[in-house]
């Protein structure tokens, strides 16, 4: 089933908008613009603070983290104010130390 009523009754105590957004929800591909939408909302009308992004494998995190630093493409990138950390157990511990350190005034 994948109506909003059905999503109710098996994860109570959520809104209606968000069961009509989970019938949207397709297990046929990852939907980058639909992440990145997502972060810029939060990220210009949200407060500081981190967020977490968990994908699949490293090309997704690689692909993401392309999207994401594309002038062209990305409110984000332009915005010139995240710090995008691609995190995977095959990228350098040094690189991802740089998650723990505190990101200078403005930034996220």
Same mark, same amino acid.
């Given at each position: 089933?994948?109506? %909003?009523?059905?999503?109710? /009754?098996? $994860?109570?105590?959520?809104? &209606? /908008?968000?069961? !009509? ?8 591909? @990852?939907?980058? !613009?639909? @992440?990145?939408?997502?972060?810029? +909302? $939060? =990220?210009?009308? =949200?407060?500081? *603070?981190? @967020? $977490?992004?968990? $994908?699949?494998?490293?090309?997704? @995190? ?9 002038? +062209? ?6 915005? *010139?104010?995240? &710090?995008?950390? %691609?995190? +995977? ?11 723990? !350190?505190?990101?200078?005034? *403005?930034?996220?």
């Amino acid at each position: 089933e994948d109506s %909003p009523l059905w999503w109710k /009754r098996e $994860l109570p105590g959520y809104s &209606m /908008r968000t069961y !009509e957004s989970l019938t949207r929800v397709s297990d046929e591909g @990852i939907n980058y !613009e639909l @992440i990145i939408q997502l972060l810029e +909302h $939060l =990220c210009f009308n =949200c407060g500081e *603070g981190a @967020i $977490l992004v968990f $994908l699949p494998g490293l090309a997704e @995190i690689t692909r993401l983290y392309e999207d994401l630093s594309d002038e +062209h493409a990305s409110r984000l990138a332009r915005s *010139g104010n995240i &710090m995008i950390f %691609p995190l +995977h157990s095959s990228l350098t511990s040094a690189d991802q130390k740089l998650v723990f !350190e505190r990101p200078p005034a *403005g930034q996220r």
